[in-house]
C-alpha cells in the first residue's frame, strides 16, 4: 500500500499482543510516520448512524440559511461523536469568534450567541487548523510523552508532528480547557475558499473522551462538505439582506 498514497491505507487494522489497533500513517520530513491506536476503549457511533450519512449530508445540501446550515451540523457532529457540547464557531475580519450553532447535553450553560477574544485561538493555532482539519484531545489530563530521539537524525531539525493526530498540546490551551471544567475536546476547522472561516468545537465534562477513527473521520467529512457549502449560503443570506432593506428603504 505504499507504493499509492498513504492515506488511502488509514486505518489499517492490525493486531498487536493481541488487541486490535488502527495504524494511521503519514509522511513528513521525508519519512513515514505510524501512529498506533487501540481500537479499545474508543466510542462508537455504531453501523446504523453510518448507513444514515447520505441522509445526513443530504440535509446540510438542504440548508438555505447559515443558521439552519450550522445547526444541523452541530447537531450531527454531536451524534456522530457523542461529545457533551457541539459548536459552531466564526471568525470575523479580526479573528474574533462567536459561537452561532449549539448541540449540548440538557443540563449545561448555553454557550450559543457568546464572543470570545481572538487572542483566545493565537495566530499560530489558526495556520495549523488551517492546514489539519481536525484536531483531539482525548484526556486534557494527560502527560507529556517526548519523542525519542529528540530531533530528525536526517535533518537535524525537530520532526514535523503537524499532520500527527496524537501529537501533544500547548500546555496553555490544556489549562484553558482545565479552566473551563473541559475534559476532552475535539475541533473540525470550516474552511472557505482556503482561509480559516471558523470551527467544530467539542467539548466533553463527564470524563475522557475519544471517539474512534472512523466516527472522527465522518465528523471531518461533515465539516469539509459545510465548508463546501458555505460560500453559497452566506453570498444567498447577505444578498437577502440587502434585497430585505431596499424594501424597507421604498416603503419608507
Same mark, same amino acid.
Given at each position: 500500500g505504499l507504493a499509492g498514497e498513504?492515506?488511502?491505507?488509514?486505518p489499517l487494522r492490525v493486531v498487536v499482543g493481541g488487541e486490535e489497533v488502527d495504524l494511521v500513517v503519514h509522511r513528513a520530513d521525508g519519512l513515514l510516520l505510524t501512529e498506533w491506536e487501540p481500537v479499545a476503549g474508543a466510542e462508537q457511533a455504531g453501523?446504523?448512524?453510518?448507513?444514515?450519512? &447520505?441522509?445526513? !449530508?443530504?440535509? @446540510? %445540501?438542504?440548508?438555505?440559511?447559515?443558521?439552519?446550515? =450550522?445547526?444541523? /451540523?452541530?447537531?450531527?457532529?454531536?451524534?456522530?461523536?457523542?461529545?457533551?457540547?457541539?459548536?459552531?464557531?466564526?471568525?470575523?475580519a479580526g479573528w474574533n469568534g462567536e459561537v452561532i450553532a449549539e448541540a449540548r447535553r440538557e443540563d449545561l450553560e448555553p454557550f450559543l450567541g457568546l464572543h470570545f477574544p481572538a487572542g483566545d485561538i493565537p495566530a499560530q493555532a489558526r495556520a495549523l487548523y488551517t492546514t489539519?482539519?481536525?484536531?483531539?484531545?482525548?484526556?486534557?489530563g494527560y502527560h507529556r510523552v517526548p519523542l525519542q530521539p529528540a530531533?530528525?537524525?536526517?535533518?537535524?531539525?525537530?520532526?514535523?508532528?503537524?499532520?500527527?493526530?496524537?501529537?501533544?498540546?500547548? &500546555?496553555?490551551? !490544556?489549562?484553558? @480547557? %482545565?479552566?473551563?471544567?473541559?475534559?476532552?475536546?475535539? =475541533?473540525?476547522? /470550516?474552511?472557505?475558499?482556503?482561509?480559516?472561516?471558523?470551527?467544530?468545537?467539542?467539548?466533553?465534562?463527564?470524563?475522557p473522551h475519544r471517539p474512534?477513527?472512523?466516527?472522527?473521520?465522518?465528523?471531518?467529512?461533515?465539516?469539509?462538505?459545510?465548508?463546501?457549502?458555505?460560500?453559497?449560503?452566506?453570498a444567498e443570506g447577505e444578498q437577502e439582506g440587502v434585497v430585505e432593506v431596499a424594501e424597507r428603504a421604498a416603503e419608507l
Open positions: 498513504p492515506a488511502d491505507l488509514d453501523e446504523v448512524w453510518h448507513r444514515r450519512l &447520505p441522509t445526513v !449530508l443530504q440535509r @446540510l %445540501a438542504a440548508s438555505s440559511t447559515l443558521e439552519q446550515l =450550522s445547526a444541523t /451540523l452541530a447537531r450531527d457532529v454531536r451524534e456522530v461523536t457523542g461529545f457533551d457540547r457541539v459548536m459552531v464557531y466564526r471568525f470575523d489539519n482539519w481536525m484536531r483531539l484531545i482525548p484526556d486534557a530531533t530528525n537524525p536526517g535533518t537535524g531539525r525537530p520532526l514535523d508532528l503537524s499532520g500527527a493526530m496524537l501529537r501533544s498540546v500547548s &500546555p496553555v490551551h !490544556l489549562e484553558y @480547557l %482545565a479552566n473551563m471544567g473541559v475534559v476532552s475536546s475535539m =475541533s473540525v476547522s /470550516l474552511i472557505d475558499r482556503g482561509r480559516l472561516w471558523g470551527l467544530i468545537s467539542c467539548h466533553h465534562y463527564a470524563g474512534s477513527y472512523a466516527d472522527r473521520t465522518a465528523a471531518e467529512f461533515l465539516g469539509r462538505t459545510a465548508s463546501l457549502l458555505l460560500h453559497t449560503v452566506v
